[in-house]
């Protein structure tokens, strides 16, 4: 307004509602910049390899001087309040990266996983910047308050902000809600807590995420910043629109197929005391490329309607692999199969149900989420599993062989038991016998359990108390399984030496090599380890003849 007085104040209000604005417009251009790189990438997949370079862009502070206009050389509630308005601008991007359905996705090529990485560190900014709002404003209201408390806590020469009469207020408690709610969701987001009860962390995430946007809201609301809060409920809300539609459409698209027989159910098999196999009817419409996992809700199993749970899709799916109904291993090509490690919890509900007799069970399909690797242009194949890892290195497997473009291929499994091996010999041996004359195929096992001195029987294969009490299964035709008796397969005992195993077979690759790994933390750093001190690594290592690497893991998750 022309000839009003200028103070610090209204420097600080017209401050805090340009500076989120000026983030948005950084955020828009990056993500701009990563779509098109995205689409670009795209374009050029079959010519180039190399990663597009990133730059970092500098932001600079605009403001000089180290004193406001009523020469105070440093505004508590000037530094607070920024951090305030700047955090309730980041709700929106906070809830999109914390999504399963999400633009950022569909622009970039980033997985969820991925984007799930980016919303837990984003989060954790986000608790500085609310703390240094709100821890602020607790010690401003504590300055305020009457002379009988500043015995306990004594008076600063900070500015106070905040009123007596506002203390206690509405908005200003809900405000220490969002804060305190917020903090208590990083504490149980944690991996070790999420490691040891992610059932826990489950639904306290859903309860103390809505607490925290429900809060965010009224408190922002007094200062006309709620518009930087409700998107949040919008997003979150068409994620969970898409999934309800895509579960209800796959739940019922076999009653409308003339195709599929809708009476034909689910089955979930023991195959040992921590492991099931989970057969699903593909629905129709239900598509996935390998490596891609879905989200699956069982009632009777799960505890409430909504709880999902991911697996990595342990099948392909290609219609053409079909040898008949009778084929042993069928399921890899024909259902939707998952290998579930029964822990605790959910994955250990499950194991009971199939141990009881209850085979058959009701389950919900939500997905395929996550991104498939492109190996199409690859010459040599590394894949890397450890335990139920395999299901996301078999569809790999079986999807490589078939297209038959790779000139070398390496699949390494480590198992504890041997008897782990009769659930997936006939999927090697489909991938083996469908691998043309010019794809070299290595399958090297390694069996981790102690105290066994001889290879195992490939006819004893599956032959513990837990096997033959399920002929059910078919399991005496499966015994004839002769994996172990083709060249190209290799059983050894003890933990892989990946440093040999990786560096051996880099040595003599040609053209671009990827690695895919799936298995425990361990597994994943060892053969990250075995990239980098090898003598291909290196910015110039391709420049001197070494073949180029791209790495692809997939952490074990929590279910």
């Given at each position: 307004?022309?000839?009003?007085?200028?103070?610090?104040?209204?420097?600080?209000?017209?401050?805090?509602?340009?500076?989120?604005?000026?983030?948005?417009?950084?955020?828009?251009?990056?993500?701009?910049?990563?779509?098109?790189?995205?689409?670009?990438?795209?374009?050029?997949?079959?010519?180039?390899?190399?990663?597009?370079?990133?730059?970092?862009?500098?932001?600079?502070?605009?403001?000089?001087?180290?004193?406001?206009?009523?020469?105070?050389?440093?505004?508590?509630?000037?530094?607070?309040?920024?951090?305030?308005?700047?955090?309730?601008?980041?709700?929106?991007?906070?809830?999109?990266?914390?999504?399963?359905?999400?633009?950022?996705?569909?622009?970039?090529?980033?997985?969820?996983?991925?984007?799930?990485?980016?919303?837990?560190?984003?989060?954790?900014?986000?608790?500085?910047?609310?703390?240094?709002?709100?821890?602020?404003?607790?010690?401003?209201?504590?300055?305020?308050?009457?002379?009988?408390?500043?015995?306990?806590?004594?008076?600063?020469?900070?500015?106070?902000?905040?009123?007596?009469?506002?203390?206690?207020?509405?908005?200003?408690?809900?405000?220490?809600?969002?804060?305190?709610?917020?903090?208590?969701?990083?504490?149980?987001?944690?991996?070790?807590?999420?490691?040891?009860?992610?059932?826990?962390?489950?639904?306290?995430?859903?309860?103390?995420?809505?607490l925290i946007l429900l809060g965010a809201y009224y408190h922002t609301v007094n200062f006309n910043f709620q518009q930087y809060v409700w998107p949040s409920f919008l997003v979150w809300g068409l994620d969970r629109f898409i999934r309800l539609i895509r579960v209800v459409v796959f739940k019922l698209s076999p009653h409308l197929s003339s195709a599929s027989d809708p009476s034909v159910t689910a089955r979930a098999d023991l195959l040992a005391p921590d492991l099931v196999r989970l057969r699903v009817p593909r629905p129709p419409g239900f598509s996935w490329s390998p490596g891609q996992l879905s989200y699956i809700i069982m009632p009777g199993v799960s505890r409430l309607p909504f709880e999902a749970h991911p697996f990595s899709i342990a099948s392909v799916h290609d219609g053409a692999m079909d040898g008949g109904n009778g084929e042993k291993g069928g399921e890899h090509w024909k259902e939707v199969v998952f290998l579930i490690n029964a822990q605790s919890g959910f994955t250990k509900r499950l194991a009971h149900a199939a141990q009881s007799g209850e085979a058959k069970v009701n389950v919900l399909l939500d997905g395929p989420y996550g991104c498939s690797p492109d190996l199409d242009g690859s010459d040599t194949v590394v894949l890397v599993a450890g335990g139920t890892g395999i299901s996301y290195t078999l569809p790999l497997l079986l999807s490589v062989a078939k297209k038959g473009r790779a000139r070398r291929v390496l699949f390494i499994w480590s198992i504890r038991d041997s008897s782990h091996l009769r659930w997936v010999s006939p999927a090697i041996i489909k991938a083996l016998s469908l691998a043309p004359a010019s794809m070299s195929i290595s399958v090297s096992i390694h069996i981790t359990r102690l105290g066994i001195e001889s290879p195992p029987n490939p006819l004893d294969i599956g032959s513990s108390p837990m096997a033959r009490s399920e002929e059910s299964l078919d399991t005496r035709a499966e015994k004839t399984v002769d994996l172990l008796h083709l060249r190209a397969v290799q059983v050894s005992y003890g933990r892989p030496d990946f440093q040999r195993l990786v560096h051996t077979e880099l040595e003599g690759a040609e053209g671009h090599t990827s690695v895919c790994v799936c298995g425990s933390q361990s597994i994943a750093k060892n053969v990250r380890s075995s990239l980098r001190v090898n003598p291909f690594a290196g910015p110039n290592s391709v420049l001197k003849g070494a073949p180029s690497v791209t790495l692809h893991v997939e952490a074990f998750g929590y279910a």
């Amino acid at each position: 307004m022309p000839g009003a007085k200028v103070t610090d104040k209204t420097i600080r209000v017209a401050l805090a509602k340009v500076y989120p604005k000026e983030i948005w417009y950084f955020l828009a251009s990056f993500i701009i910049f990563l779509s098109l790189v995205h689409f670009a990438s795209l374009l050029l997949a079959r010519l180039t390899r190399r990663p597009a370079p990133s730059s970092l862009t500098s932001v600079v502070d605009p403001e000089g001087g180290t004193t406001d206009l009523e020469g105070v050389k440093f505004d508590w509630s000037f530094y607070s309040n920024r951090a305030g308005t700047l955090a309730a601008s980041q709700f929106p991007l906070i809830t999109v990266l914390g999504t399963k359905n999400n633009v950022l996705t569909l622009l970039t090529g980033i997985s969820y996983e991925k984007m799930n990485n980016l919303h837990r560190m984003s989060a954790r900014v986000l608790l500085v910047l609310l703390w240094l709002h709100a821890g602020s404003k607790v010690s401003v209201a504590l300055s305020c308050l009457p002379p009988i408390i500043a015995l306990i806590y004594p008076p600063t020469n900070i500015p106070c902000s905040i009123t007596p009469d506002e203390i206690g207020t509405t908005w200003l408690n809900l405000g220490y809600v969002s804060v305190f709610a917020f903090s208590a969701l990083v504490l149980v987001s944690l991996r070790p807590v999420r490691a040891v009860a992610y059932e826990f962390f489950f639904y306290m995430h859903f309860i103390l995420a809505f607490l925290i946007l429900l809060g965010a809201y009224y408190h922002t609301v007094n200062f006309n910043f709620q518009q930087y809060v409700w998107p949040s409920f919008l997003v979150w809300g068409l994620d969970r629109f898409i999934r309800l539609i895509r579960v209800v459409v796959f739940k019922l698209s076999p009653h409308l197929s003339s195709a599929s027989d809708p009476s034909v159910t689910a089955r979930a098999d023991l195959l040992a005391p921590d492991l099931v196999r989970l057969r699903v009817p593909r629905p129709p419409g239900f598509s996935w490329s390998p490596g891609q996992l879905s989200y699956i809700i069982m009632p009777g199993v799960s505890r409430l309607p909504f709880e999902a749970h991911p697996f990595s899709i342990a099948s392909v799916h290609d219609g053409a692999m079909d040898g008949g109904n009778g084929e042993k291993g069928g399921e890899h090509w024909k259902e939707v199969v998952f290998l579930i490690n029964a822990q605790s919890g959910f994955t250990k509900r499950l194991a009971h149900a199939a141990q009881s007799g209850e085979a058959k069970v009701n389950v919900l399909l939500d997905g395929p989420y996550g991104c498939s690797p492109d190996l199409d242009g690859s010459d040599t194949v590394v894949l890397v599993a450890g335990g139920t890892g395999i299901s996301y290195t078999l569809p790999l497997l079986l999807s490589v062989a078939k297209k038959g473009r790779a000139r070398r291929v390496l699949f390494i499994w480590s198992i504890r038991d041997s008897s782990h091996l009769r659930w997936v010999s006939p999927a090697i041996i489909k991938a083996l016998s469908l691998a043309p004359a010019s794809m070299s195929i290595s399958v090297s096992i390694h069996i981790t359990r102690l105290g066994i001195e001889s290879p195992p029987n490939p006819l004893d294969i599956g032959s513990s108390p837990m096997a033959r009490s399920e002929e059910s299964l078919d399991t005496r035709a499966e015994k004839t399984v002769d994996l172990l008796h083709l060249r190209a397969v290799q059983v050894s005992y003890g933990r892989p030496d990946f440093q040999r195993l990786v560096h051996t077979e880099l040595e003599g690759a040609e053209g671009h090599t990827s690695v895919c790994v799936c298995g425990s933390q361990s597994i994943a750093k060892n053969v990250r380890s075995s990239l980098r001190v090898n003598p291909f690594a290196g910015p110039n290592s391709v420049l001197k003849g070494a073949p180029s690497v791209t790495l692809h893991v997939e952490a074990f998750g929590y279910a």
